[in-house]
């Protein structure tokens, strides 16, 4: 929608936002009015739209299990501006190696369980792969886990 007063114009989008488009171009066209005022068109207005930013950060319960008992990994995402479905996948890595896979739909807390067989340290991850470039993918620090024998 389109509002026009003496001294601009206010554009609004159907749902309130643009898509995560890198170039939006812009422009306004004026049909005149006959025999008071030209028509005309603006000149071309770029805008710039980025994808938001998601985080990850990782918990474990228990933070030091014995071998064999299970553990379980929680990854909350968020993002940083805007607003949509933040939706995708996420993919839980010990020492670079996936161990689960999660779908994400909406920001929150997500959980894979673990059993460690044994003794080592574990550098636990997760990974975001967005299903819409209207987010960025992203990778949570290493989480270190020592199992005890």
Do not use: C, D, W
């Not at 008071?36 to 068109?41: C, K, N, Q, R």
């Amino acid at each position: 929608m389109l509002s026009l007063t003496e001294t601009g114009a206010t554009l609004s989008l159907p749902g309130g936002s643009l898509p995560a488009n890198p170039y939006i171009s812009i422009t306004a066209e004026y049909q005149g009015r006959p025999g008071h005022y030209l028509a005309g068109t603006s000149t071309e207005y770029i805008q710039v739209v980025l994808p938001a930013t998601t985080t990850l950060t990782l918990t474990a319960t228990p933070s030091n299990p014995k071998i064999g008992a299970p553990l379980t990994i929680n990854a909350a995402i968020a993002f940083s501006q805007g607003s949509g479905a933040l939706m995708g996948n996420l993919v839980f890595s010990n020492n670079g190696s996936p161990f689960n896979s999660v779908v994400v739909n909406g920001v929150g807390s997500y959980k894979a369980t673990i059993p460690f067989v044994m003794i080592r340290e574990n550098m636990i991850t997760a990974s975001f792969f967005p299903a819409s470039t209207n987010f960025t993918s992203s990778v949570s620090p290493a989480l270190n886990i020592r199992v005890q024998g």
